[in-house]
């Protein structure tokens, strides 16, 4: 019967999964109210999947953060076919003929 | 007189294109996800570079030089294809989330069996090795509304702030926050059925 109450209770007050998972969200974001803090400590310290979520939310952070780096090391990259490569070397040839005949037009 | 000298100048900016060209297609490519869009934005950063090439001090690498004008491009296009304030229907609808959750009884609002998050045993340098993986986060991204991906690539690809991202993309941070969270539902959901649910790697 307790045992039953003090799960009740717990139900009841503590936000649930839905609400925790936006929590969690919003807290990688900005720094949380006092009140919504303890919401969340007590909810993670009671429930493994939450957790998990948690977890899983700064490891698709890393992830990104890591494909950036390595990215920025010129590593593993889709490239510009070699079609696309002739279609913007070409704009940029027309372009300077442009940039002549306005400066011819403008003197 | 600066663009007299400029065109007279024996520059050949397509060279750009052969040292740059992949790498600045590639950035483009994983902000916006669609080949021509990331090649139109290559274009536009390499014919607005070739105009201000006077204002390019040697002092940063060319390169580095060339990606600062493409972010701005990037930012651009957010901006224009972000005019309404507004979150829109799809954008705010929670409700494709529901399955998710247990709709009622004691545990209301807890995860539902099929849902429940798994135990990600790789570390995420580890993932990235896979060629299949990096296509599955491409993916993942691509199936969220166009502002929602974008709201997530600027914050956690290109570490820009809450704030910033709100002012680029004209939101309140508010529908920010409702956007980040639904990314997150569904990348986390995405990759945990896509990747770390089939065992076969």
């Not at chain 1, 990104?64 to 390595?70: A, G, R, S």
Request: glycine residues 2%; charged residues 30%.
């Amino acid at each position: 019967m307790f045992k039953k109450v003090f799960v009740w209770l717990i139900c009841k007050t503590l936000p649930s999964c839905r609400e925790v998972t936006e929590l969690v969200s919003h807290s990688m974001e900005t720094e949380l109210s006092w009140r919504k803090k303890i919401e969340l400590k007590l909810h993670l310290w009671s429930c493994v999947a939450c957790n998990r979520y948690l977890f899983q939310l700064k490891f698709m952070r890393e992830v990104f953060e890591i494909q950036e780096d390595k990215f920025n090391r010129n590593k593993k990259i889709p490239t510009l076919s070699a079609d696309a490569a002739e279609r913007l070397k070409d704009a940029l040839k027309s372009s300077k003929f442009l940039l002549l005949f306005a400066l011819m037009y403008c003197f | 007189m600066n663009i007299a000298e400029t065109a007279t100048t024996k520059f050949d900016a397509t060279i750009w294109v052969d040292q740059h060209g992949d790498f600045l297609f590639a950035f483009a490519f994983s902000r916006v996800r669609d080949e021509w869009i990331a090649e139109d934005l290559v274009q536009d950063t390499l014919l607005a570079a070739m105009q201000s090439r006077n204002s390019f001090e040697a002092k940063s690498a060319e390169r580095t030089w060339l990606c600062g004008i493409l972010k701005h491009k990037i930012i651009d296009h957010f901006r224009k294809s972000s005019r309404e304030v507004e979150l829109t229907e799809e954008e705010a609808d929670m409700s494709s989330y529901d399955y998710m959750f247990q709709s009622e009884g004691v545990a209301k609002g807890h995860w539902t069996a099929e849902s429940k998050p798994t135990v990600w045993q790789e570390n995420p340098e580890e993932v990235l090795e896979h060629a299949e993986f990096r296509g599955i986060l491409t993916h993942c991204l691509g199936e969220l509304p166009e502002r929602v991906a974008n709201c997530f690539t600027l914050r956690e690809m290109d570490g820009y702030e809450s704030q910033e991202i709100c002012d680029f993309l004209n939101i309140s941070p508010n529908n920010f926050w409702v956007m980040m969270h639904r990314a997150r539902l569904h990348l986390r959901r995405c990759i945990d059925n896509n990747w770390f649910k089939k065992v076969q790697h």
